[in-house]
């Protein structure tokens, strides 16, 4: 079957490294999502891509960063983590088309925590 | 710019009661509503959603919501609800010219108690 997967599910790291936060898909989606979850603020976009190449900024983009490279992958990266970046991150897809009919398929999460 | 509001964050209920979720949006614009539920530690699953036609829609698990554009509503009701629905409800919105963005509520945590 199909899926959307994310690793790791959970991380911890220090203030100022470097994080990625991979996100793979075999639906064979061309529209990937990268979204933060928080208390009391729902999800909110970070970055997007609408295939191969195209990357695109959020909501809240500052601070992160992705590329994309093939179909199935969308790495997120955090620069230099800073302790307001601790949340719960999850991956969307969703495809072939760009409309609002097309359903998002959301991965399990990854839960990160930045000291 | 569209925005939607959750008045609920908190909603507790007892099993077999019914249970309504409110959703408040708005958007100058023509929108698009859907509902997604998210189970503890898991990612979000779709409800249900309304992209035109009949504003009664109905989605798995029994539930269903109304769209009503003069109020900007968008309520998820459910007649009778289980143990099993307990967890966090995300109303979200995609305007016309938004292709497939979404953007979401904060969330009702639905407390389903025996």
């Known amino acids: 079957d199909a899926e959307i997967t994310q690793s790791p599910r959970h991380k911890i790291t220090e203030t100022g490294r470097q994080v990625t936060l991979a996100c793979h898909q075999t639906?064979?989606?061309?529209?990937m999502f990268w979204y933060r979850q928080d208390l009391g603020h729902g999800l909110r976009l970070i970055h997007y891509s609408y295939g191969v190449q195209d990357t695109n900024k959020g909501e809240v983009s500052d601070g992160y960063s992705v590329s994309r490279s093939n179909t199935e992958d969308l790495p997120l990266t955090l620069e230099s983590a800073a302790s307001s970046q601790t949340s719960v991150y999850f991956c969307a897809s969703s495809g072939p088309g760009t409309g609002v009919e097309e359903t998002q398929y959301f991965g399990p999460g990854t839960r990160l925590l930045v000291l | 710019a569209q925005s939607v509001t959750q008045l609920d964050s908190q909603v507790p209920v007892f099993e077999e009661a019914p249970v309504e979720l409110r959703c408040n949006y708005s958007?100058?614009?023509?929108?698009?509503l859907f509902w997604y539920v998210q189970y503890p530690n898991q990612g979000l699953q779709l409800l249900l959603k309304?992209?035109?036609?009949?504003?009664l829609v109905k989605g798995i698990n029994g539930f269903e919501a109304e769209f009503n554009k003069s109020q900007t509503s968008f309520h998820l009701r459910k007649p009778s609800v289980h143990i099993s629905d307990t967890a966090e409800y995300f109303c979200?919105?995609?305007?016309?010219?938004?292709?497939?963005?979404?953007?979401f509520g904060g969330g009702t945590r639905l407390m389903v108690k025996p």
């Open positions: 309304y992209l035109s036609g009949s504003t």
């Open positions: 958007s100058s614009v023509s929108v698009y």
């Open positions: 979200a919105v995609s305007e016309g010219n938004a292709g497939n963005m979404l953007t």
């Open positions: 639906w064979n989606h061309n529209n």
